[in-house]
């Protein structure tokens, strides 16, 4: 359950507080639910003015509770709800003023007496989203969508939504961009995952082949299975990259 957020009042000096969380240790809190979270995505939060952390007498940035479960709500509200950072900052002043708020979300959200909100844990978000929501998901104009689609990074499905995968890669896009990274430059992303799962597709195709219907669903997990462990070779194999790269 969220309670009515306190913090993000505004910047001040860190004191003594053993409860004050680095940047770092907040990005591992909310990688437990939020999983594509970057330090980048934190600070972009912090610049649009909706989490203000404290700062040390060097710089450093100090988050408390408070300001880590703003935090959460924040992408919670992005990552559920599709909504732009203004409408956003409106909520959770809202909340901060002890006020109700409705959330434009199908099922399982909750207005609670005490101006809190809350959504049930495991509920999956909305199956399709159309195209004004994907662009207030993602904080990106009608051009960039276009361009995106122009190369192949973003695409609608039969029924001209877009689906929770193209959801999440329409932000990372978005986040690659404030780092200067243009879709021109993602062209060879889009061709190895079209690789990979080319790859996949070979191992699981006789198993989806097969008549039993339990065959077919043991092909759509292994899929998924092998999906995630290419992801984190992928992963990895940047990481160890540059780490060899920039020493």
């Known amino acids: ?45 912090e610049a649009e003015g909706l989490v203000e952390p404290l700062r040390t007498p060097s710089g ?23 909504l732009p950072l203004k409408v956003i900052r409106e909520h959770l002043d809202a909340l901060a003023r002890g006020e109700q708020i409705s959330l434009p979300s199908p099922g399982g959200q909750r207005d609670l007496p005490d101006g809190s909100w809350d959504a049930e844990p495991g509920r999956a978000t909305a199956a399709r989203i159309g195209r004004a929501e994907l662009l207030a998901a993602a904080e990106v104009t009608e051009s960039d969508l276009e361009e995106w689609e122009s190369y192949g990074l973003v695409a609608p499905t039969a029924d001209g939504g877009y689906d929770a995968e193209t959801v999440t890669v329409a932000k990372l896009v978005a986040d690659l961009g404030r780092f200067g990274l243009e879709p021109r430059h993602l062209r060879a992303m889009r061709g190895a995952a079209e690789r990979e799962a080319g ?42 990259t540059l780490r060899i790269r920039l020493h």
């Open 1 to 45: 359950m969220l309670r009515t957020p306190t913090g993000g009042a505004g910047h001040g000096t860190a004191t003594a507080d053993d409860r004050a969380l680095s940047i770092g240790a907040v990005l591992l809190q909310l990688r437990d639910e939020f999983p594509e979270v970057t330090i980048s995505k934190i600070r972009f939060l």
């Open 60 to 82: 450093y940035r100090k988050f408390r509770p408070d300001d880590v479960e703003r935090l959460a709500q924040v992408l919670r509200m992005q990552r559920d709800h599709y």
């Open 199 to 240: 790859l996949i597709e070979q191992v699981v195709a006789p198993l989806r082949r097969h008549r039993n219907p339990q065959t077919r669903a043991h092909a759509e997990a292994t899929a998924k299975e092998l999906a995630e462990l290419s992801v984190r070779l992928h992963s990895a194999l940047v990481q160890t």
